[in-house]
């Protein structure tokens, strides 16, 4: 007979979680292991709410394992160290993004792609290594393998460096991989949501010019007077699209809703790259003539290998890169969602865990 989340490891847990698809959250007592010779233990302080927490409380991509504990940008202290940790000691400031685990050993994670290792473990709602569940930063503390930890550095906020850890690597490392942050490139980003707004300030901290492309005109003065694109177009308007058309490098695509790409493509230079890092929830048709018409790719991309998250993180405290939030106490959780569904919300909530967060 398999044991309660509660009685599953040693140290006690506490934090909020799913039961079912209806995906409401409440408080849940479970477990977390006791910390290893290679773990840290964090006690956590804040947590962002990403849009696949929501997917997931609701089990819309059918891998949802109850009951779940979401959350994959948690930002804390550390408490704990094991004896062969080298990296990190009691009181470093530190967070965990969307994996706790690979194979370390395949040619992803020999290249420092853990994100596409094949035995990719997540941060919730995967097995671990030892055959248990994994329960995310909805909770007062985790225990990581240091491999997997990244470390902040003492000018990032921990509140707004939180949705840094998915939202930000989800928009640095294509950018980076497709060669769209050399200075005097030409980027479009497609939505200006939790995604969008931080692939407009990395791209801008890149010095390459951006154009964001969206649906709503009424976020053209938040994104060139607040954010600092360079220009704004409204993809419904079909003047504006064609008057930019063979204009970009490339396109990073952060809207998660079933939306037309051949505007998008029609946008890109010969030779451009349309990036996709939203996931729709539906397929997506894609036209060919136009792609093999000017050699246009269009490509996806997922997070980022640790080294890379470091880096990121590194280069975010250095030119003074945050996700813009909306910091919200633990018991708010469930309208947040019902927000976040509605795109109510600008840009990212994060949970106040260390202040919010009671244990019964």
């Known amino acids: 007979m398999s044991k309660s989340p509660e009685e599953e490891h040693p140290q006690k847990a506490f934090g909020w979680a799913a039961r079912d698809t209806s995906g409401i959250l409440s408080p849940l007592k479970f477990s977390r292991r006791a910390n290893g010779d290679d773990d840290v233990t964090l006690k956590i ?20 394992v109850y009951p779940l504990v979401p959350g994959h940008e948690i930002a804390g202290v550390v408490t704990e160290v094991g004896k062969k940790v080298k990296k990190f000691k009691v009181g470093d400031k530190a967070g965990v993004g969307c994996l706790v685990g690979s194979c370390r050993s395949c040619p992803s994670c020999k290249q420092d792609g853990e994100n596409y290792c094949p035995k990719l473990i997540l941060t919730y709602s995967a097995v671990y290594h030892d055959g248990t569940i994994t329960y995310g930063g909805y909770s007062d503390m985790i225990v990581v393998d240091e491999h997997f930890l990244v470390r902040f550095p003492d000018n990032l906020p921990l509140d707004g460096g939180a949705p840094l850890l998915c939202a930000g690597i989800t928009v640095y490392s294509p950018m980076k991989y497709f060669g769209l942050s050399e200075p005097g490139m030409h980027v479009g980003v497609v939505g200006l949501g939790g995604l969008g707004h931080v692939a407009v300030k990395f791209a801008k901290a890149f010095g390459v010019k951006v154009t964001v492309i969206s649906t709503s005109p009424s976020k053209e003065k938040e994104a060139i007077e607040r954010l600092g694109a360079d220009s704004f177009l409204v993809s419904r308007d079909p003047k504006q699209m064609e008057a930019a058309m063979g204009t970009m490098d490339g396109i990073i695509d952060t809207v998660s809703a079933a939306h037309p790409l051949s505007p998008l493509i029609d946008l890109l230079k010969n030779n451009g790259k349309l990036v996709m890092v939203g996931v729709p929830d539906r397929p997506i048709e894609l036209p060919v003539f136009p792609l093999i018409l000017g050699r246009k790719t269009v490509a996806g991309s997922s997070i980022g290998g640790i080294k890379e998250t470091q880096e990121m993180i590194d280069f975010a405290a250095k030119h003074n890169i945050t996700a813009d939030i909306e910091v919200i106490p633990m018991d708010y959780v469930n309208t947040a969602m019902e927000r976040l569904a509605k795109a109510d919300v600008r840009y990212r909530f994060v949970i106040d865990i260390g202040n919010t967060l009671k244990a019964p």
């Open 45 to 64: 302080l804040y947590c962002g709410i990403c849009h696949s927490d929501l997917h997931m409380v609701k089990n819309e991509w059918g891998v949802a």
